[in-house]
């Protein structure tokens, strides 16, 4: 059973950056590829990136558009995104989540677990 923390998030002016961390217990973190999921209120989740076991691969929702960096520290348990050029109709809960499987990283379905989620706010 995989833990999951996500923390970082907070309010930040339009153009503004943050970045959200998500700390992995209970497992063995290496073994998981992990991802970033967001809901908006009265929206969908929706995938915003994810990268594989090593780090050596990393995959991305078209919107990110080089603004956003997903990235992980096995040593640490902990993967991290930054958010960079932030909207406001980015304003969501985004959510981290592990995958013990490869394939199919876009979809939350994949995913076996998930944390809380860490609330960004962008202000106009």
């Known amino acids: 059973q995989v833990q999951l923390v996500e923390s970082g998030g907070g309010l930040v002016q339009a153009g503004g950056s943050l970045r959200l961390s998500c700390a992995a217990s209970?497992?063995?973190?290496?073994?998981?590829?992990m991802g970033w999921f967001r809901q908006a209120p009265g929206k969908e989740r929706e995938f915003v990136a994810a990268?594989?076991?090593?780090?050596?691969?990393?995959y991305y929702a078209d919107f990110v558009k080089g603004r956003f960096t997903i990235s992980r520290d096995n040593a640490k348990n902990t993967v991290y995104l930054q958010l960079n050029s932030l909207k406001p109709e980015e304003t969501a809960l985004y959510y981290c989540a592990a995958s013990y499987y490869i394939d199919y990283l876009n979809l939350a379905t994949t995913y076996d677990y998930w944390g809380l989620g860490a609330q960004v706010t962008v202000s106009s």
């Open positions: 209970g497992g063995t973190f290496s073994r998981y590829a």
């Open positions: 990268i594989n076991w090593a780090g050596g691969s990393t």
